[in-house]
């Protein structure tokens, strides 16, 4: 059970990088870590990332959920989705416990992930999220929904 290569290449545009991984398990899921965030979990064996200028892209990927690193939670959740198809925005919204609330607008530019982090949230408790895209018309998508 082990990750046995792990590289990456420079698409064109000079942003994008595409990462790409391989395991020895026979039908492995991947366990894709930014940073110390769970980015993406998958059966492919590659994804693509948007690095800014400036910024320095950490990837770690593990095929066994036991081998995965503990993470101190600082109170803060990142949401993490994939880009839809005519979206033109991405509008995240926290339920309050009777209505969704709008709480952040991200514009679509491009990119395969978004995220967002939320503000401290309160302990012991289930936070409802969900991001709706809208599209160029203004109509609201299908939402995706996280607790």
């Given at each position: 059970?082990?990750?046995?290569s792990l590289t990456?290449?420079r698409l064109p545009g000079?942003?994008a990088w595409r990462?790409?991984?391989s395991?020895d398990?026979?039908d492995?899921?991947y366990y894709?870590?930014v940073?110390?965030?769970l980015?993406?979990?998958?059966?492919?064996p590659?994804?693509?990332?948007?690095?800014r200028p400036?910024e320095t892209l950490?990837?770690q990927?593990?095929?066994?959920?036991?081998a995965?690193?503990?993470?101190?939670?600082?109170?803060?959740?990142t949401?993490?989705?994939?880009?839809?198809?005519?979206?033109?925005?991405y509008?995240?919204?926290?339920?309050?416990?009777?209505?969704w609330?709008?709480?952040?607008e991200q514009?679509?530019?491009?990119e395969w992930?978004y995220q967002y982090?939320?503000p401290?949230?309160?302990?012991?408790?289930t936070?409802r999220w969900?991001?709706?895209?809208v599209?160029d018309n203004?109509?609201d998508?299908?939402?995706?929904?996280?607790?």
């Open positions: 059970m082990a990750i046995t990456s290449e000079g942003q990462v790409r991984w395991s398990l026979a492995p899921t894709v870590y940073g110390d965030v980015a993406l979990t998958t059966k492919r590659w994804a693509d990332f948007t690095v400036g950490a990837i990927v593990f095929d066994d959920p036991a995965v690193p503990a993470v101190v939670h600082d109170g803060r959740v949401v993490t989705w994939e880009r839809r198809d005519g979206a033109d925005l509008r995240l919204e926290q339920w309050d416990g009777a209505a609330a709008a709480r952040h514009r679509e530019v491009g992930l982090t939320t401290v949230l309160d302990d012991c408790a936070a969900r991001v709706v895209p599209g203004l109509a998508g299908a939402p995706q929904e996280f607790s």
